[in-house]
């Protein structure tokens, strides 16, 4: 069974910083691309960062210089990294894994990030 365990969410000040983990089980991640995705109140869910199978990395403009994604396979987890947070990065972030080949992707379950003085 795959499962998806994000953690490290919380409440910070606006400057502060996070680090979000999502440990994967059930899959071979150097097969995935691996990704963070957010959603805030009342908004689509988007995509934050993106760790690919290749070893690209690509991010939302909002994050850009901020965030960083980075992956350990042989632990099977990537991190997001966030500094500089800002009270629109409030919302609950989401990990996401996408076979490279195959039309298969596994989400979880969040962990929400609170950006307030």
């Known amino acids: 069974q795959v499962q998806l365990v994000e953690s490290g969410g919380g409440l910070v000040q606006p400057g502060g910083s996070l680090r979000l983990s999502c440990a994967a089980s059930?899959?071979?991640?150097?097969?995935?691309?691996m990704g963070w995705y957010r959603q805030a109140p009342g908004k689509q869910r988007e995509l934050v960062a993106l760790?690919?199978?290749?070893?690209?990395?690509n991010y939302a403009e909002s994050v850009k210089g901020r965030f960083t994604i980075s992956r350990d396979n042989a632990k099977n987890t990537v991190y997001l990294q966030m500094n500089s947070l800002k009270p629109e990065d409030t919302a609950v972030y989401y990990c996401?894994?996408?076979?490279?080949?195959?039309?298969?992707?596994?989400w979880g379950k969040g962990t929400l990030v609170t950006v307030s003085s």
């Open positions: 996401n894994a996408e076979h490279r080949f195959a039309p298969t992707q596994y």
């Open positions: 059930g899959i071979i991640s150097s097969l995935y691309h």
């Open positions: 760790s690919t199978s290749g070893g690209t990395v």
